[in-house]
């Protein structure tokens, strides 16, 4: 099995979960536990499922939902049960393949209060399950965690949130908050300038008014970072860049075109003693190409280009043929 690299929306789905215990749904958490063969969804995936019909998250991609759906209706389980789906049984998946799933109440679960804080501050938390015993537990990831079964004894590992650090708050900048915040990553934005703060309408998020060296300095930039400038202001994004591009950031990129770029380049070697080969971490112009000028699809452009990086995955416009 390889390590699940959970999206903040396993976690998210969980805490919408106990906000619908809260409100007096009986709870049901599904969680994938293995896979074999063609399986649209990983282990350590998830769903929320209530007695009332309700659902959220998925743990197929929609061939077993409904009928997920109807067996809470009919018979809501009181303890963890294990259920297996498979393509040679009744109990179809379309595509082939088969999955094994938990299904938990999610009363059973104890120290809610305590895990609902750690997904909510976007701490690392690893999820055990006996699958002998029938039984399963959480708690904070250890330094050896890892996704894994041994016999009988599964481990999930759900990751810490990554992180987007954005400096500049302007248009463009709004629309990266929001397809980051999307796509389950956890925020932060940096603008000296009070006029931009001021206009900044996400009262939910992290802002720091600080210089953005000053910003990066205070922060721990690992590999699950990544960090973009966006004011095309060089007396501020030069200063981030720098800092990032000293740092772990898996993703560095920079707003501006090619002459923008080249400029940069030439003032960051001249007077600041970089070398190309450290210039190349940064993607400037930022984005993928797309031939757009709308802040909303650049802001697409540089969602999709963080993705590809943190994903591994080499774009065909940056391939060398």
Same mark, same amino acid.
């Given at each position: 099995?390889?390590?699940?690299?959970?999206?903040?929306?396993?976690?998210?789905?969980?805490?919408?979960?106990?906000?619908?215990?809260?409100?007096?749904?009986?709870?049901? =958490?599904?969680?994938?536990?293995?896979?074999?063969?063609?399986?649209?969804?990983?282990?350590?995936?998830?769903?929320?499922?209530?007695?009332?019909?309700?659902?959220?998250?998925?743990?197929?991609?929609?061939?077993?939902?409904?009928?997920?759906?109807?067996?809470?209706?009919?018979?809501?389980?009181?303890?963890?049960?294990?259920?297996?789906?498979?393509?040679?049984?009744?109990?179809?998946?379309?595509?082939?393949?088969?999955?094994?799933?938990?299904?938990?109440?999610?009363?059973?679960?104890?120290?809610?209060?305590?895990?609902?804080?750690? =997904?909510?501050?976007?701490?690392?938390?690893? %999820?055990?399950?006996?699958?002998?015993?029938?039984?399963?537990?959480?708690?904070?990831?250890?330094?050896?965690?890892?996704?894994?079964?041994?016999?009988?004894?599964?481990?999930?590992?759900?990751?810490?949130?990554?992180?987007?650090?954005? $400096?500049?708050?302007?248009?463009?900048?709004?629309?990266?908050? %929001?397809?980051?915040? @999307?796509?389950?990553?956890?925020?932060?934005?940096?603008?000296?300038?009070?006029?931009?703060?001021?206009?900044?309408?996400?009262?939910?998020?992290?802002?720091?008014?600080?210089?953005?060296?000053?910003?990066?300095?205070?922060?721990?930039?690992?590999?699950?970072?990544?960090?973009?400038?966006?004011?095309?202001?060089?007396?501020?994004?030069?200063?981030?860049?720098?800092?990032?591009?000293?740092?772990?950031?898996?993703?560095?990129?920079?707003?501006?075109?090619?002459?923008?770029?080249?400029?940069?380049?030439? %003032?960051?070697?001249?007077? @600041?003693? @970089?070398?190309?080969?450290?210039?190349?971490?940064?993607?400037?112009?930022?984005?993928?190409? $797309?031939?757009? %000028?709308?802040?909303?699809?650049?802001?697409?452009?540089?969602?999709?280009?963080?993705?590809?990086?943190?994903?591994?995955?080499?774009?065909?416009?940056?391939?060398?043929?």
């Amino acid at each position: 099995m390889e390590p699940f690299s959970t999206a903040q929306n396993e976690l998210n789905t969980i805490l919408q979960g106990f906000a619908l215990q809260n409100s007096g749904e009986n709870v049901l =958490l599904a969680t994938v536990i293995k896979t074999w063969g063609s399986s649209p969804r990983p282990a350590g995936a998830v769903m929320i499922l209530t007695e009332s019909g309700l659902m959220c998250g998925s743990v197929s991609g929609g061939c077993i939902e409904d009928e997920l759906a109807l067996r809470v209706k009919k018979a809501f389980p009181v303890t963890m049960e294990q259920v297996e789906y498979a393509s040679d049984t009744s109990r179809t998946l379309p595509c082939g393949g088969t999955l094994m799933l938990v299904l938990e109440p999610l009363s059973s679960i104890d120290d809610s209060e305590e895990l609902i804080r750690c =997904l909510t501050t976007g701490e690392s938390v690893t %999820r055990t399950f006996d699958l002998a015993a029938n039984v399963s537990s959480w708690g904070p990831t250890l330094d050896d965690d890892k996704t894994e079964i041994k016999g009988q004894i599964v481990r999930l590992v759900y990751e810490k949130a990554w992180r987007i650090l954005i $400096i500049g708050m302007g248009e463009l900048a709004q629309c990266v908050y %929001r397809q980051a915040q @999307f796509l389950g990553y956890s925020i932060e934005v940096c603008d000296p300038r009070e006029d931009y703060r001021s206009s900044w309408p996400y009262s939910e998020c992290s802002v720091s008014d600080c210089y953005p060296d000053d910003f990066l300095k205070q922060r721990v930039l690992d590999s699950k970072t990544a960090i973009v400038t966006l004011t095309h202001d060089p007396k501020i994004d030069d200063m981030a860049i720098m800092e990032a591009l000293a740092s772990e950031a898996f993703y560095v990129g920079a707003l501006g075109s090619i002459r923008t770029t080249r400029n940069r380049e030439r %003032r960051l070697i001249e007077h @600041f003693d @970089f070398s190309e080969g450290e210039l190349a971490r940064l993607r400037a112009p930022i984005g993928v190409d $797309i031939n757009s %000028r709308k802040p909303q699809e650049i802001a697409l452009s540089i969602m999709m280009q963080i993705t590809a990086e943190r994903n591994n995955v080499i774009l065909l416009s940056e391939r060398v043929l």
